[in-house]
């Protein structure tokens, strides 16, 4: 395809001058070029391809970027982008100095609000409303939100406030990719959303109001009445009761369906200031057959042939720690009955489905709720189940108040498979794990376990899971070094780590995915490795006594240096007295930018060359000094 009209289109306002028959042209050039573009970069496929039309209709209709958009989740928007000036850009999606694959602010001014998470966009639409009001602005804020992201609490937390908030010109617009809606939409809703977001129907409803408001019982029966007739042809009666204004279901796709209807939905907003709601169907994957066939398969794909399809990889060298965690979870939910699988709508990518076929009945997807996660777990716990919350550690930071009061509080036994922990790559500083060390070691009850490799995953999952108490592994995104696994459930000693180098001079304490490349430095820095695996509780003996017998230590963690495992080390070591000098690595206090995750970790000083080189910077000195004794730690 030649895209000659697509071209043609650098910003939003260039839309409105094209009638509806271009835009229908566009609408297949657009869908052509997203498919083209995410093949050749990777991204998101399956809900970009369903939000075309809506995007097209959404920029045609208001006044982008005076009017505010928020996109609920945003990886929805690739349409977005291309249509607001950045069509050019596509090539460097998710790469490294390229666009980003969610909206950000600072990269477009039609990027009102950064969404990388769910639920958010009606609370952030409701704050731009109010203050378009406060300043005296006739501007509209506008929520499009997903029905996965409409399983949230924050977004009924939002409506709650939109129904006692006035005079604003405020649109949620449910992006319905998934329920099955009865009757089918078409030509008959396409009908009553246009009907009932027409002037007639609402000042039919508001004189009736008048007149009938002055006479109680029959007023009642009318609004009954009108509950009722409406709930037979959409699932009106909860976002009404919230205070909105019910439109729809209506097509997605049909630009004759939706481009009417919201030059309806914004001519009421303005007159009445009263919120409304349009309920739009669209499909995941619309346009390309194997996308709609399998829209889960091409949520986020890599590169691939689109007249192909994706084809099915050659069975890689090593196991991923994600499936390392669903082969541990089949297995352990074998031994012990009392398991519990709970994932917040992420069972494909927290390697949950061989889990959900085999055990049925233990599985629990709770949808895009990670507080109701970690609190469901908790109630689980006060039963004697073991739950096993399986969740990235970017979204247990949205759990994080039910953490500490209705987990470790109460010193409940449950144990948080945190995938993701440290850099992500492509998903950017949205989706990484940097955090979760800081925000976790600091809460009494909860202890952090790191694994270095693939069989120490399985180790420290099991050790976790028999720990009585509330306990976080962290493990990284991707594969690891290649160790071969055990397939026993074997446990490791509690709060305990493992030399893995004996060296003199300088001895690196690693965590986790930093064991790997501080060995490889430490080759040729001739320093002692020391695998922490726990990050809480510190081994502190082990600590002190390498710190004794080594001129320098140097920490290596991939998580925030403010608060981190490097931060453990030294207050273990200043409240033994000791005053080995310490070198701290790992992420610096910055956001990291999408990318390739090698490369990021070479930026942040994280490879082997990095460690070596900061190693040498600080300590060259003490790289040069023997050892003192030579009696052997503790070696694995």
């Given amino acids: 395809m030649d895209y000659s009209l697509l071209k043609t289109i650098d910003s939003p306002a260039q839309l409105r001058a094209l009638s509806r028959d271009q835009l229908k042209v566009l609408a297949d050039e657009l869908r052509a070029f997203v498919l083209d573009s995410v093949s050749k970069t990777g991204g998101h496929l399956s809900s970009n391809l369903g939000t075309v039309e809506l995007t097209i209709a959404l920029h045609t209709v208001f006044n982008t970027p005076d009017d505010r958009i928020v996109w609920d989740v945003g990886h929805q928007t690739y349409p977005h982008k291309i249509l607001t000036g950045r069509r050019d850009q596509m090539p460097t999606l998710r790469q490294f100095g390229g666009i980003s694959g969610f909206p950000r602010r600072f990269e477009s001014e039609y990027d009102a609000f950064g969404t990388a998470h769910?639920?958010?966009?009606?609370?952030?639409?409701?704050?731009?409303?109010?203050?378009?009001?406060?300043?005296?602005?006739?501007?509209?804020?506008?929520?499009?939100?997903?029905?996965?992201?409409?399983?949230?609490?924050?977004?009924?937390?939002?409506?709650?406030?939109?129904?006692?908030?006035?005079?604003?010109?405020?649109?949620?617009?449910?992006?319905?990719?998934?329920?099955?809606?009865?009757?089918?939409?078409?030509?008959?809703?396409?009908?009553?959303?246009?009907?009932?977001?027409?002037?007639?129907?609402?000042?039919?409803?508001?004189?009736?109001?008048?007149?009938?408001?002055?006479?109680?019982?029959?007023?009642?029966?009318?609004?009954?009445?009108?509950?009722?007739?409406?709930?037979?042809?959409?699932?009106?009666?909860?976002?009404?009761?919230?205070?909105?204004?019910?439109?729809?279901?209506?097509?997605?796709?049909?630009?004759?369906?939706?481009?009417?209807?919201?030059?309806?939905?914004?001519?009421?907003?303005?007159?009445?200031?009263?919120?409304?709601?349009?309920?739009?169907?669209?499909?995941?994957?619309?346009?390309?057959?194997?996308?709609?066939?399998?829209?889960?398969?091409?949520?986020?794909?890599?590169?691939?042939?689109?007249?192909?399809?994706?084809?099915?990889?050659?069975?890689?060298?090593?196991?991923?720690?994600?499936?390392?965690?669903?082969?541990?979870?089949?297995?352990?939910?074998?031994?012990?009955?009392?398991?519990?699988?709970?994932?917040?709508?992420?069972?494909?990518?927290?390697?949950?489905?061989?889990?959900?076929?085999?055990?049925?009945?233990?599985?629990?997807?709770?949808?895009?709720?990670?507080?109701?996660?970690?609190?469901?777990?908790?109630?689980?716990?006060?039963?004697?189940?073991?739950?096993v919350v399986a969740i990235y550690s970017t979204f247990l930071q949205r759990g994080y108040d039910q953490l500490i009061h209705d987990v470790a509080l109460q010193d409940l036994d449950v144990t948080f498979a945190m995938d993701r922990a440290g850099l992500v790559g492509?998903?950017?500083?949205?989706?990484?794990?940097?955090?979760?060390?800081?925000?976790?070691?600091?809460?009494?009850?909860?202890?952090?376990?790191?694994?270095?490799?693939?069989?120490?995953?399985?180790?420290?999952?099991?050790?976790?899971?028999?720990?009585?108490?509330?306990?976080?592994?962290?493990?990284?995104?991707?594969?690891?070094?290649?160790?071969?696994?055990?397939?026993?459930?074997?446990?490791?000693?509690?709060?305990?780590?493992?030399?893995?180098?004996?060296g003199s001079g300088v001895a690196i304490l690693a965590f986790g995915s930093m064991v790997t490349p501080a060995l490889a430095a430490a080759e040729k820095l001739g320093a002692t490795v020391v695998d922490m695996r726990f990050i809480k509780p510190l081994d502190d003996t082990l600590t002190v006594e390498t710190a004794k017998r080594h001129a320098a230590i140097v920490t290596v963690e991939e998580g925030c240096l403010m608060g981190g495992a490097g931060s453990a080390v030294l207050e273990c070591l200043h409240g033994h007295g000791v005053s080995t000098p310490v070198l701290q690595l790992g992420l610096p206090d910055r956001f990291i930018d999408h990318g390739d995750p090698a490369k990021l970790l070479a930026l942040a000083g994280l490879d082997a060359a990095g460690i070596e080189k900061s190693v040498r910077d600080r300590f060259a000195a003490q790289l040069a000094q023997p050892g003192a004794a030579q009696d052997k730690l503790r070696v694995a």
């Fill in 118 to 387: 769910s639920s958010t966009s009606i609370s952030a639409a409701l704050g731009m409303a109010v203050a378009a009001k406060l300043q005296g602005s006739k501007r509209h804020a506008l929520a499009v939100i997903g029905d996965s992201a409409m399983t949230g609490g924050m977004a009924f937390e939002a409506m709650n406030n939109v129904g006692v908030t006035d005079n604003i010109h405020l649109t949620v617009i449910l992006n319905d990719n998934d329920m099955s809606i009865s009757p089918a939409v078409g030509a008959l809703n396409r009908y009553l959303a246009r009907l009932m977001s027409g002037r007639f129907y609402t000042t039919a409803k508001a004189q009736a109001k008048k007149v009938l408001e002055h006479v109680p019982p029959l007023f009642e029966l009318a609004k009954r009445l009108e509950g009722h007739a409406k709930g037979m042809v959409v699932p009106a009666t909860i976002f009404e009761e919230f205070g909105f204004n019910y439109i729809g279901p209506i097509d997605g796709h049909d630009l004759d369906s939706l481009i009417p209807t919201l030059e309806n939905i914004k001519k009421l907003s303005e007159e009445t200031g009263h919120p409304q709601f349009l309920h739009v169907v669209t499909r995941k994957g619309q346009g390309y057959k194997l996308a709609e066939a399998d829209p889960v398969k091409y949520h986020g794909p890599g590169k691939f042939d689109p007249s192909k399809g994706i084809e099915a990889p050659a069975q890689p060298p090593k196991k991923a720690y994600t499936q390392i965690f669903g082969d541990w979870l089949c297995d352990m939910a074998a031994a012990d009955e009392r398991l519990v699988g709970i994932t917040p709508a992420m069972r494909e990518g927290s390697g949950m489905v061989e889990f959900e076929k085999r055990f049925p009945a233990r599985y629990f997807d709770v949808g895009i709720a990670e507080q109701h996660a970690v609190t469901f777990a908790a109630g689980l716990a006060c039963e004697g189940k073991k739950p």
């Fill in 426 to 502: 492509a998903d950017g500083a949205t989706h990484a794990g940097n955090y979760d060390i800081a925000y976790l070691r600091c809460i009494p009850n909860v202890a952090v376990l790191a694994p270095s490799d693939e069989n120490e995953c399985r180790m420290l999952l099991t050790t976790a899971y028999r720990h009585k108490g509330s306990a976080a592994v962290r493990y990284p995104r991707g594969t690891g070094p290649g160790t071969a696994i055990q397939e026993a459930l074997t446990e490791v000693p509690w709060g305990k780590g493992v030399v893995r180098r004996e």
